[in-house]
């Protein structure tokens, strides 16, 4: 018997019920860290939407006076989680704990 226990489990979104939490990097041209941290999640990527915010564009300006040294920045759900480096160990516990908001398929 196989049970399947979260959304996270299952090979295939198409039977995941529970939406995605979203994933957004506040970032700029050139970033080779904020490059670096986009490898980094690459292994999460099935567990999150990805979004990117470019602050050097001029409708993000006030993200521009908010992040300018502080790139890469990562909000989860519109909160701020993270900067510069990609903490796995958060990265992973902000995870599951979105992934338990919702109830098990």
């Not at 080779?32 to 993000?60: M, W």
């Not at 890469?72 to 979105?98: A, S, T, W, Y």
Request: with cysteine; charged share 30%; net charge neutral.
């Amino acid at each position: 018997m196989f049970i399947i226990k979260s959304c996270a489990q299952q090979s295939v979104r198409l039977y995941c019920r529970r939406p995605l939490p979203v994933l957004t990097l506040y970032t700029k041209d050139p970033c080779p860290l904020c490059d670096e941290a986009k490898e980094v999640l690459q292994p999460y990527q099935h567990r999150f939407v990805f979004t990117q915010v470019d602050i050097s564009g001029p409708e993000n300006r006030d993200w521009f006076n908010k992040y300018k040294w502080d790139i890469p920045v990562f909000h989860l759900n519109g909160r701020f989680i993270m900067k510069h480096r990609v903490d796995v160990d958060l990265l992973e516990k902000l995870l599951q704990e979105e992934e338990w908001k919702w109830p098990q398929s």
